[in-house]
């Protein structure tokens, strides 16, 4: 009986700290929460308190939302137009770039936070006005400072939870204590997270992949109005472009195709009508293509994550009002502002009346883009709108997410100026590499230093056999912060690389791909008939070839006339790339007087060893017998597939 007394003692003992335990459980829950017990006749003090905190919490998220996650700009932002697209003329609404010229301007989550919790505590009181809806039933007098707290959340469900303390007390009007409530609670019904979370991803996959910018240079490339790479073109005269007109088609470009940028797994309507360009009517009516069986299907639809999307619909917009200012926003080169113009060159061995005209243009562009989440209303949440900006860069035609100047270089309009050349500030070393595995240097290298509008001639490099027959220039330079140097050398390509001649004592390397050249190379034709390459045959009496040679990822291009022209003794060589393996873009036409009778349009990959081992080249054409000019006109639009009947240039 002892025994079971104890027994029953210690279980007493067991339930009476188990109960003290849960009490303190619960108190410190009710205390995390900010759970207050109140007189139900309180509640609506509490309620009128908490609506408010939700009405400015929604004001909050609204804005902040419409601004790209920010409430209040930081100094660095408000002070810098170029850091933020405008697009009202309401200072409060703007969108600071996330990423503009190599800079990133991403608002974290505990940023967002801290803007709408400084936001509600900043405005609570003015919202609740002195408590003066209560004045006839009671007195409340503020115990205490606000303090906020806003939580936006970490998963694609989260709310916005804002909580606030601030102790007061209520009293009846006999002076009597009815409550100190302290604590209280609002939920705003919007998924700020997983549109924030969209929009970064969003911003990372176009830092890594450059999405937006090669639409663009796509679209570029797809307009015969827009200059970039083009030739030869067979007229005499000039050929030119009005640089104003191409920056207005390119805006023209962004602001209708932007919209047509979806989001994988978000919701669009597939069977959307695509306008097609205007040449294609028929009945007087401009033909049409939903979205999912137009060229947009393919090459728009962009995938930034596995993340659940399927409740958001997202919009990209360029605004053909929003200016490409030329040098700053917007630059080609080379130009002769306000106009482009071909490369306009005489046939050295056809008629002397016979032009030929060739261009190379590169272009720099920055451009705001806009993007728009809206995370669609359901029964959990209410619709949520996420707007934001960043700038796309193209530097030389080719997406680039790193900071860059646009660099106003313009070949045609180098002058030689001794006074400037002449002012020497500091000295610099330049040292001319073979862009091989061995990277030799190499001697008598010819140098050029431009700086904006200026070239100065600075030598060649030359072997020092004081330091082990190294060649290199060494010399006084003038002051350049941003200037080119360029190199030439038969047996290389052209090469040049930016240099500073601000700081004394640099040394810059400047890196060269050797060249073979073929002064034993022929042209050969085959007719063209029946879709198929028939016989081989030497060019007949007053024919001549143009080859015109472009490498894939390489600043390297070549042209050169088959046969020589005797009469005047211009030198003709095939020029390839020896360090590594190339393909080319090759073009050949095919000539006789001012007609063009057939050629070759295709790639080609020669082997660095083939190079090596080679002497000669013989290059092959078509050529179509008919004059008729719907057969001349079909057979040169389909000139890329039916050069595959014959073979490639064999190197021999």
Known sequence: MQKRGQITVFIVLGLLILIVVMYFIFIREKS?????????????????IETCMANLGNDAVT???????????????????????????????KNPYWWYDGTESIPS????????????????????????????????????????ITVI???????????????????????????????????????LFAAYTMAKSIIDVENAQGFVERRIVDLMTLDESIPDTGGPKFQCGKLEWSIPEINSKIRQLMSVNFPFIKIKGTQYDVDRYVPLPPDNIKNGQPLASTFNSSYYWNHYIWDVGDEDWSNMRVSFTYDYGW??????????????????????????????????????????????????????????????????????????????????????????????????????YNEVTFVALENTSKGWEINDVNLSLVCGQYVCNLGTTVSDFNAGG????????PYCTLGILKGFRDGFSDAQTFVQTDRDGRTYYLYMDPVKEFANFTVVKHKFQDNTAIGTEALGPGESAIIILKAHEKDFEHSTWYPLNETTAVAQTVKLLSNDDYTYDLEIYLMKDEDILGGFRGSWTVAEGDVDKASQIRFH????????????????????????????????
């Not at 130009?335 to 046939?347: E, I, V």
């Open 470 to 477: 190294t060649p290199y220039w060494r010399g006084m330079t």
């Open 32 to 48: 995390i929460l900010g759970t207050e017990e109140i007189l139900p006749e309180l509640i609506p003090v509490k309620s009128y």
């Open 323 to 424: 200016p490409l200012l030329w040098e700053k926003d917007f630059y080609i080169r080379p130009n002769k502002y306000p106009l482009l113009q071909s490369n306009a060159q005489k046939s050295q061995n056809l008629l002397s009346f016979f032009c030929m005209h060739l261009w190379h243009f590169t272009y720099d562009i920055k451009f705001p883009v806009l993007v728009t989440i809206v995370d669609q209303e359901t029964p959990q949440h209410d619709e949520y709108s996420f707007v934001y900006a960043f700038k796309g860069s193209i530097d030389h035609n080719q997406a680039r997410r790193q900071s860059f100047d646009i660099t106003q270089f313009n070949s045609d309009a180098l002058v030689q100026d001794d006074a400037f050349c002449n002012d020497l």
């Open 109 to 148: 989550i505990s940023f967002m936070e801290g803007q709408l919790s400084q936001y509600i505590s900043l405005n609570l009181r003015d919202c609740l006005n002195d408590f003066e809806a209560f004045n006839n039933s009671y007195d409340i007098l503020e115990q205490g400072d606000i303090e906020v």
């Open 621 to 652: 054409v078509l050529y179509l017998p008919s004059s008729n000019e719907i057969e001349q006109s079909l057979f040169f639009s389909g000139l890329s597939t039916y050069s595959k009947e014959v073979k490639d240039p064999e190197l021999i």
């Open 153 to 191: 959340g970490d998963s694609m469900d989260s709310l916005v939870d804002v909580s606030v303390k601030y102790p007061i007390k209520i009293k009846d009007k006999f002076n009597k204590t009815l409550a100190e409530p302290a604590n209280f609670k609002a939920e705003i019904p919007v998924r």
């Open 63 to 93: 804005t902040l939302g419409l601004n790209g996650g920010y409430l209040y700009f930081p100094l660095d932002i408000e002070a810098n137009p170029d850091s933020y697209l405008s697009r009202s003329p309401t200072p409060e609404f």
